[in-house]
């Protein structure tokens, strides 16, 4: 008969159909298996940590304690490289989408992503070789002018190895990733918005705070989220910069701490229960970041259902 | 009487209230004056001089727009020099980390010897006297330089084949199914796990399956994966996703069967961006520290097998260098041979950019017709 040629398969094509399907699907299952397993073995890992008598956790308080001042630390940190990233981020976001020549534009994108490129490592020995040396007279400065502010209270550091130091370093780590999200919505605003704006008489400006940035909002806000998410488990720059301590209040003395960094300086030589308590640092670390990510992510897919930008 | 009806050049009145053309120029000029003139009291110097004028010339510029021009047009011209301003604030980072690399890292690079030596053997005394008495330099980074290459080797082995798999099962088989979505969902997730916990993630698992303290290359291989595949699922579902979808019902239509269809020539299309993806990936794995800090440890000897033994990269090279100097006494040569090895890294990672948009352009199909 001949149509049970054409609906009956047979042959090495339909084996390789299924077998190359399956790869497929294992491939991907793969994945989910590997995050799942990135979970479980944290959590068995850092399990001895976590109910171990407080008196053997470092600092002999218990884990909790061990672990709050690098949270806070971790988030100072974080929130300085957000304050200064983000403005200026959007700056040059709007810059290479709406104020340089066209031809220019995306030359200028790929600058900015070169920052990206550079390894975290290089930041680091740039942030303790070069800025934080630079930087410790404007801390002099700070300290003598506006220490009655909490968080500028002297004596500065010397070295200039500061939260401060490290959070400005994060902040150019950070920029291209906000940058690059932030243009790429502002490039989605409609046209049509902005020529309406235009020929009212807008200004440029005024044309780009009727449409491309109450448009781009979102955006903007999910940016900054993975900025932080960026910025949470940034370790080198922080771990070569920092010269920590104790949680303090002043910006610009040495001390604090981040989680990430603190993994990295005493990991290499940990063994027995240290092991367990800094993978459970890194379990805390994992959580927040995932959390923060995960908010970002909803806000992007969310904006994309109702914009109708593609 | 004769009246001769001399034209008089008057501005249009629809120009009228604007500041002439060269007004920038002006203003720029009138700034750097000022700049160079207020520094001169306090100082000179190059970068306060050119703060001072950026700022004299956005307050002139601004002023004299809101005297001609009216509010609305200077607060225009505020914002465009608050944007353009944090435009070349951004670059100011990149030209002086790439100037500090350059300056401190060439005295190192050009050493004979920095890149055909390894760390063994070398000792603080051997560096006391290259400081005190002028013996030249030792050490260099050929066993850094090694790990950091069959790591990323390694690394690229696994992560390529689950990556692409991943990215064609999303793109072809997937359908909206909810594995495809859950899939897409843990991919984001995974972009945004910190380097250092995918660290700790494979010392963990080593350590749980091997047994506590295994420690090699292979171990910073699996860590770096977990960075890796995310980024090349993400670029190749991309690419995949933009191949057109008459080529696939062309090649139905002959009778190909899906996954020959897929082979030879869905990917064959792709191949461009996804080359590129994969070699934008390598570029970010391959200046990962923290992540080998923790699973591969620090050697100083040269160790080409994956699976045994402490391994040395460039990036870890780099942080020991700095932080704990070979001699504490006279931290000068080790930290020039940081240096030397953080311009390879950074030469590398460049060349892998250009490479991948080298690769974009070589292997684009050709839209002939």
């Not at chain 1, 488990?233 to 040495?254: N, P, Y």
């Amino acid at each position: 008969m001949t149509t049970t040629s054409l609906t009956k398969s047979r042959g090495a094509g339909h084996v390789g159909d299924k077998v190359f399907s399956a790869a497929t699907l294992a491939a991907g299952c793969l994945i989910l298996v590997v995050l799942f397993g990135v979970a479980l073995f944290l959590v068995i890992q850092a399990f001895p940590a976590l109910v171990a008598s407080p008196d053997k956790i470092q600092g002999g308080e218990g884990f909790f304690t061990y672990i709050w001042p690098l949270v806070i630390g971790t988030l100072i940190a974080s929130v300085i490289a957000l304050v200064i990233a983000t403005p200026i981020a959007i700056g040059v976001a709007l810059f290479i989408s709406h104020f340089a020549p066209r031809k220019l534009a995306s030359g200028l994108g790929y600058v900015i992503d070169l920052l990206a490129a550079i390894p975290s490592v290089v930041y680091g020995a740039w942030g303790v070789a070069f800025l934080a040396h630079e930087i410790s007279p404007a801390y002099n400065w700070l300290a003598n002018n506006m220490g009655w502010l909490p968080i500028f209270q002297g004596p500065a550091s010397a070295t200039g190895k500061t939260i401060l130091t490290a959070g400005i370093v994060l902040a150019v780590m950070v920029l291209p990733i906000i940058t690059s999200l932030s243009r790429e919505i502002f490039l989605q605003t409609p046209k049509l918005h902005e020529e309406a704006a235009l020929a009212l008489g807008a200004t440029r400006w005024e044309m780009i705070r009727m449409t491309v940035l109450p448009f781009g909002r979102p955006g903007i806000i999910s940016a900054v989220m993975l900025g932080l998410g960026r910025a949470l488990g940034e370790t080198m720059a922080v771990a070569l910069v920092l010269s920590s301590g104790a949680l303090t209040a002043s910006l610009i003395q040495s001390g604090n701490q981040t989680i990430a960094a603190e993994i990295a300086l005493n990991f290499p030589e940990a063994s027995g229960l240290k092991v367990s308590t800094l993978i459970a640092a890194g379990l805390v670390l994992f959580v927040i970041t995932l959390g923060v990510n995960m908010i970002a992510r909803g806000i992007i897919t969310r904006h994309k259902e109702f914009s109708g930008a593609n | 009487m004769t009246s001769t009806l001399t034209p008089v050049r008057k501005r249009s009145a629809l120009t009228k209230g604007q500041l002439p053309k060269a007004a920038p120029y002006i203003v720029l000029a009138v700034a750097l004056v000022l700049g160079a003139a207020i520094l001169a009291l306090i100082g000179f110097n190059a970068f306060g001089w050119a703060i001072v004028s950026a700022i004299l010339f956005a307050a002139g510029l601004v002023g004299w727009s809101l005297v001609v021009e009216g509010a609305r047009k200077a607060k225009d011209k505020l914002a465009t020099c608050l944007v353009v301003g944090a435009f070349l604030a951004a670059l100011l980072p990149l030209f002086s980390v790439i100037w500090t690399v350059l300056v401190n890292g060439l005295p190192g690079l050009l050493d004979p010897g920095f890149l055909t030596t390894s760390m063994n053997g070398v000792t603080g005394a051997f560096d006391n006297k290259t400081v005190e008495e002028g013996a030249p330099l030792l050490g260099g980074i050929y066993h850094a330089l090694m790990g950091t290459l069959l790591i990323t080797v390694l690394a690229t082995i696994i992560s390529v084949p689950v990556g692409l798999l991943t990215a064609i099962y999303l793109v072809e088989y997937g359908e909206d199914r909810a594995l495809a979505r859950a899939i897409t969902f843990f991919v984001d997730v995974m972009t945004g796990i910190p380097s250092i916990v995918a660290g700790l993630f494979a010392a963990a698992a080593f350590f749980a399956v091997v047994g506590p303290g295994t420690k090699t290359g292979a171990v910073a291989a699996v860590a770096l994966s977990v960075l890796m595949i995310p980024v090349v699922v993400r670029s190749s579902e991309e690419m995949l996703k933009i191949v057109p979808n008459e080529l696939r019902e062309a090649a139905y239509a002959l009778g190909v069967r899906k996954w020959r269809t897929i082979l030879k020539v869905v990917l064959p299309t792709a191949i461009s961006g996804i080359a590129s993806g994969i070699t934008l990936a390598i570029a970010r794995v391959i200046g990962e520290t923290a992540p080998i800090l923790v699973t591969a440890g620090f050697a100083t000897t040269i160790n080409t097998n994956v699976f045994s033994g402490w391994m040395a990269s460039l990036p870890t090279f780099i942080y020991t260098q700095i932080l704990n100097p070979t001699s504490p006494s006279n931290p000068d040569p080790s930290s020039q041979r940081a240096w030397g090895a953080a311009l390879v890294l950074i030469i590398l990672v460049m060349l892998l950019n250009l490479g991948a948009r080298l690769i974009a352009r070589m292997f684009a199909p050709k839209t002939g017709r």
